[in-house]
């Protein structure tokens, strides 16, 4: 299998910025997926230069929509984010 350069590779990422400025927003699904793929190309040519870059990861917590108090920590090696989880109540339905 012939190895991708980086040149196709920036090349994705100009299709996937075009494609999400393309998209029709008021289809979440569509919007997310343009959004997501827009991020796939834009990590791609930073890996393959070995370049650090973020990505997210779900842990299973929703932080607090409220009040997240969101927190960045570095060291200069490593990143963590820190907030406010949020805590459903579990006898509301959702509505108002």
């Known amino acids: 299998m012939a190895s991708v350069t980086e040149v196709e590779l920036v090349e994705r990422l100009d299709r996937a910025r075009q494609r ?3 998209v029709d927003w008021s289809d979440r699904a569509a919007a997310a997926d343009a ?3 827009t991020l796939a190309a834009w990590r791609a040519p930073t890996a393959l230069r070995s370049e650090q870059y973020a990505d997210a990861t779900n842990v299973g917590l929703q932080w ?3 009040a997240p108090l969101p927190h960045l920590l ?3 090696a490593r990143a963590v984010v820190g907030c406010c989880a949020g805590e459903p109540d579990p006898v ?3 509505t108002v």
Do not use: P, S, T
């Open 20 to 22: 999400q400025r393309e």
């Open 35 to 37: 959004a997501e793929q």
């Open 64 to 66: 607090n929509l409220g």
């Open 74 to 76: 570095c060291n200069g």
């Open 92 to 94: 509301w339905d959702g």
